[in-house]
C-alpha cells in the first residue's frame, strides 16, 4: 500500500523544488493516478529533472525521473 507521493523539479542539476505532494489514504493507497501539464521553458541548453517518488507504508521509497533539455 502507497502512504506518500511527491513530485519535484530541478534545473541543470540544482536543487529539487516539490511541485505536488499527497499523503495517500483510501483508494488511493493501491493506485494514484495524478496528470501534470510541464511546459518547458525554452532557455536552449538547460536541463529539467523531474522526479517522482513514491513511499509505501514499509518505508520503502521508489522512484523514476525524467530528464528533458532545450534545443
Do not use: C, W
Request: aromatic share 8%; charged share 15%; proline share 3%.
Amino acid at each position: 500500500m502507497l502512504q506518500h507521493f511527491n513530485a519535484s523539479h530541478s534545473v541543470n542539476g540544482g536543487s529539487n523544488v516539490t511541485v505536488d505532494e499527497a499523503e495517500l489514504t483510501g483508494p488511493n493507497q493501491d493506485a494514484y493516478d495524478v496528470e501534470y501539464q510541464f511546459i518547458v521553458p525554452g532557455d536552449v541548453g538547460h536541463t529539467h529533472k523531474l522526479t517522482f517518488s513514491v513511499t509505501n507504508r514499509d518505508g520503502l521509497t521508489n522512484q523514476v525521473s525524467l530528464t528533458l533539455t532545450a534545443n
